[in-house]
Every structure is written in C-alpha cells, then in structure tokens.
C-alpha cells in the first residue's frame, strides 16, 4: 500500500516525519545493510531483496530515495527501514527516531498514550515470565506427559528450547498462583489471558496442555497457543485478543521470518506442530495461522517477506477446502501463490517425519505442487463424474468461468492444454467458452544494465524499461531531471504529460515536494511504482548535453500529443460528412505536417 494511503498514527504528522527524513542521510542508512560503492552520482550494491551476483541495487542521495532495477524494490529511507526490518509504519518510525536523536511528538506522551504503552510493556513483561514458567514446568515430572507428547512428534530437546515450548498446569491454579506470589494482580493476568475469571473466581486460562509461546516479529510473547492431550477439547486453544495480541494481524513463527534473508516463497501451515515441524527439520520461511482462517491482515503480512506463498494444508478435505479460500485472499492481494497437495490426506508434520527435508524440497517444487488455477480445477473437477458425458460438458463451462480470470496468456494456454486432455473438447472451443483466445506471450524485454549510468553521446541509458512507449521515456527522464533541479525552471507544465501521475509529479515539483512527498501522495500502488521508475532513473547527463536532452524529452511529449490528436481527428472524420469533413481533412493534414516535423529533428536522437 502507497503511504499516502495510510492513516496516519496520532502525533507523526507529516511535518514531523519531513523533519525525520532531513536528519537522516539514507546513504548512511542503507549502507549499514548493504555495502555500497559510488558509481557517478549514485551508489551501487547488490539488492537485498532479491538473490542477485551483479549489482542493480542503487541510491540517489541527490533525492534520498532507493531503487533496484532488477526487482523494482524501491523508496526512501523510511521503506528501506520497514522492508529489510520487517517493521510496520510506526515501528520503522520510532527506529528511525532514535537513530537520528530527534524526540518524538509531543502528542505522543499524551497520559492516554503513556498509559498505554505502560499497560502494554506490563503484559509483554507478564508474557515473558509465563513462557518462562511453562517451560520450566516440562522438565519436571508434572510436564513428563507433555514432554513425552514432544517426543512423540519428533522433537529433541534442542528443538523444544528453540521453540521455547511447555506445558501448563492440570489444576487450573499454579500459573496463577505463580503469578501472584511474584506480584502480579489477577487483573493483569486476565488482561493478558493468562487468567480467565467466571462467577467470582479466577483460574488459569491454560489448564493440561503442551504450551506453545507465539512471539511478534521483534521476538516479543505476545500470547500462546495450548495442545490438549488425548481426546480433550477444543484441541487447539489460543489466547483472546489483548493488549498486545490480535489473532488476526499475526502469525506463529513470524520472529523465524525477519530473521531470514531473500526468502524466495513464505510456507503456510494450518497448526503450530505444522510449523515448528517443518522448521525443526531445515524448512525456511514457514509460518502458521492461529486458530482461525486465514485472515487479509496475515496476507499483508506474508507480503513483506517473500514474492510468493506456499499454502501447506493437511492434505484432508478441510485443510483443501481452506486451501482454496487462501487462494481467494492472495489473489485480491495480487500475490502470486502455489499449493502443496500432501498424498494420503496427510498433514505436513506427518509428511515431514516420514520424507524429511529433501521430501518436502521434492514435492514442493514438483509439478504435483499446483499453481493458483491448477489447484482451483482439481477441487472444482473433484465435483464432477468425469466419465459421464453431461458432467464433463458442466465441469468444461464451469472450468471456463474460472479461467476467465487467468491473466497470463502462456498460462491460459497450458491450462486450456490440461482441460481438454480432461473434457474430450478440442482447445478452440474451451477457449471460446473462456471467452478470449490465446494470445502469443509479448516477448520478454531484455535485461537491465543499470551499472551502465551514462551514454557515451550523454544520453541516459539506466532509466527505461524496454518496451516503455518513447513518451513514457521521454517524461521520466525529463521528470528524474526536474527531481534532480538539472532541468531549467519552467521547462514543462503539467499540460505538456498525458499520463496523470507524470501531471502529479509535475505539479509536486513546482511546488517544492520532495521525491519522498510525492511518493507518500500516490494514488495508488500503481502511482507509486511509475514515481519510483522516475526517481530511480538517472539524472547522470554530462552539463554539456543537458540543454539537447532536455529539449528531445519535451519535443517528444509534444509528438505523443499530437499523434493523439491525429488518432482523435482521423476518429471523427469517418463519422463526418460535408463541410465538417472537409474541415477535419485540413486540421488533419496540419497535425500531420507538425508530426513530421517534430520527427526530423528528432531523427537521430534516441532516448
């Protein structure tokens, strides 16, 4: 989500955080991430997220922000804290705070927010000594049981101290009791769902189960999940919402993600054995929901940490099913997602104990390891008698109307390959049903050679995408110009851009916005990233060529504008007749002859 579109927290006003950046040199902050060498008016390194050997990660300190030509991660020194820290909006602020000895807002001492803050590092505190005292307890001959049940699943001691698991008491009253002989009010411990309290009386919340600790991204106790033994019920218990703790905004063994590096995909598993599991036998990047359904926030979540998703579900009809609304929720999120089928219904952590790590490697990354579409028909064919005739043709139409979403043509191709070997009709006729044929993929663009800052003749080079219209070119580089106050004052308006956010950017430099500013103001994602594709692109021109680049990139905005016109004029010709014809023959042929000669004395001047 663009930061214009976040709410901003009490007291961070937007002249406070203006302030934060100014003291702060994102050079600085970068390069204690990511070694850096100065390159022109720029400093390279390899990216940090994403696994490359050649360097397309770069920072322009002229404008204070980062952009990577390979991955297009890209921003200012607040985006660059939250991604590689793993850190929300906030959080990346007080960090940043601190670094630049600046004070926070006065607002944010308020008694309310003081108060708050108090009540939420006494809960964190009571959290640490309750995972203390749980795990404490499984080595005695009270958590024998549970010990045992660790054991069982596959687990060593090495593996119950990394996960810091326990066992809570059967008697309903020795954590409380522990609690309170060590100060702390049954209030607090209600508060922090340690307690539960019913007609007067108080006990613990956790009674006769195998503890498992749930930590935030920072490795704070934020709650606990609890495993009952044997046939008690509910199986799975975890804590309430607190003041630390919402179910819906985290996930089990988030801590073990922030401490990975280029994480290629995030695994998500439905239950804490899943997960620690996995993660006990060499499985990077997994986390686990918390006792309800995959919720948007924990999809947000994901996001940060890896380009895709890998859902591991027991492999029943439920974990299937719920497999499936996963999908949903990734694809709103427009985040690409696969899914592990595990054979003989099993669950992960009964997979892994019989496969291993190399199992898991193996069937993650085999073709059994169904993209979002594939799996969707597996579960939508499951409904269906294929070898009947009318439930193949229903299963072919219903087959079609999930396809019409598939936004890749290779994609849809492959796809309408697999649906006619299964329905017995030819590949022509499913891809009318769908409703749009195959087209051929759009041939991949060349890549990037950022480390290549300026053109011999003085032209840029690094800026542009391949494949990018000459307008789109032009305006970005005439627009990173402008950013880098190398182009003349005054030389475009925002009438000289066609594209709304080129109009945006134009405007916001006119009126003294920074590159950070006018990020923070973007419509949308969409805005955002064409802001970072022109304040990532290169202001690098010799001083010489500065006056002919400059004039090039508005002659060929000029020329993008008049080419729409034409389009327009020839447009309303063909439905006119007579005078207004005539008329039209005449603007048109002028427009024409404006066009060709823009065109001359553009003719050797590639972008």
């Known amino acids: 989500m663009a930061f214009g579109a976040m709410a901003r927290p009490g007291g961070f006003t937007p002249e406070w955080i203006a302030r934060l950046r100014s003291r702060l040199d994102i050079v600085d902050v970068v390069s204690q991430t990511v070694p850096l060498k100065k390159n022109g008016g720029r400093y390279w390194g390899l990216c940090p997220f994403h696994s490359e050997k050649t360097p397309s990660f770069s920072v322009r300190p002229d404008l204070q922000v980062y952009y990577c030509f390979g991955c297009k991660a890209g921003g200012d020194v607040i985006s660059f804290v939250m991604e590689t820290g793993r850190l929300d909006f906030v959080e990346a602020l007080r960090e940043l705070a601190e670094r630049a000895n600046m004070p926070l807002p006065d607002t944010m001492d308020t008694s309310a927010l003081s108060r708050e803050r108090s009540e939420r590092e006494r809960v964190l505190s009571l959290n ?197 609304k996963a999908l949903d929720l990734f694809q709103a999120a427009d985040m690409p997602a696969r899914v592990v089928t595990f054979p003989e219904g099993m669950d992960p952590d009964d997979f892994i104990r019989r496969e291993g790590l190399a199992g898991f490697e193996t069937i993650a990354d085999s073709p059994e390891t169904r993209s979002a579409y594939q ?23 219903e087959a079609a109307k999930v396809l019409k979403a598939v936004r890749e043509p290779v994609e849809l191709d492959s796809l309408l390959d697999r649906l006619a070997v299964d329905t017995g009709y030819s590949k022509e006729t499913l891809s009318r049903q769908v409703g749009a ?7 991949a663009p060349p890549p990037l050679s950022p480390a290549v800052d300026v053109h011999p003749k003085g032209t840029a080079s690094g800026w542009e995408a391949a494949g990018t219209g000459e307008a789109d070119k032009a305006a970005r580089a005439l627009l990173s110009l402008m950013a880098a106050g190398r182009a003349p004052a005054g030389a475009a308006d925002s009438g000289d851009f066609m594209n709304p956010t080129h109009q945006a950017v134009c405007r916001g430099l006119a009126d003294g916005l920074t590159a950070a500013d006018l990020m923070d103001g973007a419509a949308d994602d969409g805005a955002r990233a064409e802001m970072l594709a022109i304040f990532g692109g290169t202001s690098d021109i010799a001083e010489d060529s500065l006056p002919r680049v400059v004039n090039d990139c508005i002659e060929r905005l000029r020329l993008a504008k008049l080419s729409a016109a034409i389009a327009e004029t020839t447009t309303a010709m063909a439905a006119a007749t007579g005078p207004a014809r005539a008329e039209g023959a005449r603007a048109l042929a002028e427009l024409l002859a404006r066009q060709q000669k823009l065109k001359s004395g553009l003719a050797g001047h590639p972008l």
């Open 128 to 324: 640490r000594r309750a995972a203390r005292w749980f795990h404490d307890r499984l080595w005695t001959a009270e958590g024998k049981p549970y010990l045992e049940y660790l054991y069982r699943r596959g687990l060593d001691d090495a593996g119950i101290r990394r996960f810091g698991l326990g066992a809570s008491g059967a008697d309903g009253q020795s954590l409380l009791k522990a609690l309170k002989d060590g100060g702390t009010p049954e209030e607090l411990a209600v508060k922090a769902c340690l307690a539960g309290s019913r007609d007067g009386r108080t006990f613990d919340f956790f009674r006769g189960r195998a503890m498992f600790p749930i930590l935030d991204a920072k490795g704070g106790v934020v709650a606990f999940g609890g495993r009952a033994m044997g046939d008690a019920q509910p199986k799975y218990l975890n804590s309430s919402d607190t003041p630390v703790f919402n179910k819906r905004r985290h996930l089990y063994g988030i801590h073990e993600l922030r401490k990975a590096r280029n994480l290629k995909r995030v695994v998500l598993v439905e239950g804490y054995m899943d997960a620690v599991s996995l993660l006990n036998a060499g499985v990077t990047g997994v986390v686990a929901t918390l006792g309800t359904s995959l919720t948007p926030e924990q999809v947000t979540l994901v996001k940060r940490y890896a380009p895709e998703a890998l859902i591991a579900y027991d492999g029943d009809e439920a974990g299937q099913n719920a497999a499936l």
């Open 375 to 397: 799996f969707r028909l597996s579960r939508l064919a499951a409904r269906f008698d294929l070898a009947k005739p009318d439930e193949r043709m229903r299963y072919a139409i």
């Open 437 to 443: 044929a195959p087209t051929p993929r759009a041939k």
